[in-house]
């Protein structure tokens, strides 16, 4: 069982710049692949970025590129999400996930486990 908490969420003005951390708790932190993504009112949960067990490897969403980057700390048993250049479009509660399985995947359905999220807010 992994149990996930975010935090750094808040409200920003465009082109601002936010940092998310999602802390999870247990010894297997480094066992699992993580995630971030996001829900805006009435859309569907959307991938924002995902992170390799090991750190190496990461990935992005089309309208993140370049502006977020996804890192993670194994001894810290945190992953974290720096939003730069923020766009009122980035508005949504964001989510943290953790995934067991083997591949490295953009789908919230192979996520094994989720926080409890953390609300953006840019504003125009």
């Known amino acids: 069982q992994v149990q996930l908490v975010e935090s750094g969420g808040g409200l920003v003005q465009a082109g601002g710049s936010l940092r998310l951390s999602c802390s999870a708790s247990g010894r297997t932190f480094s066992s699992y692949q993580m995630g971030w993504f996001r829900q805006a009112p009435g859309k569907e949960r959307q991938f924002v970025a995902r992170i390799s067990r090991s750190g190496v490897w990461t990935a992005y969403a089309d309208s993140v590129k370049g502006r977020f980057t996804i890192s993670r700390d194994n001894a810290k048993n945190t992953v974290f999400l720096q939003m730069n250049s923020l766009k009122p479009e980035d508005t949504a509660v964001y989510y943290c996930?953790?995934?067991?399985?083997?591949?490295?995947?953009?789908?919230?359905?192979?996520?094994?486990?989720w926080g409890q999220g953390t609300q953006v807010t840019v504003s125009s």
């Open positions: 996930a953790a995934g067991s399985s083997g591949g490295l995947t953009t789908t919230p359905g192979e996520y094994d486990y």
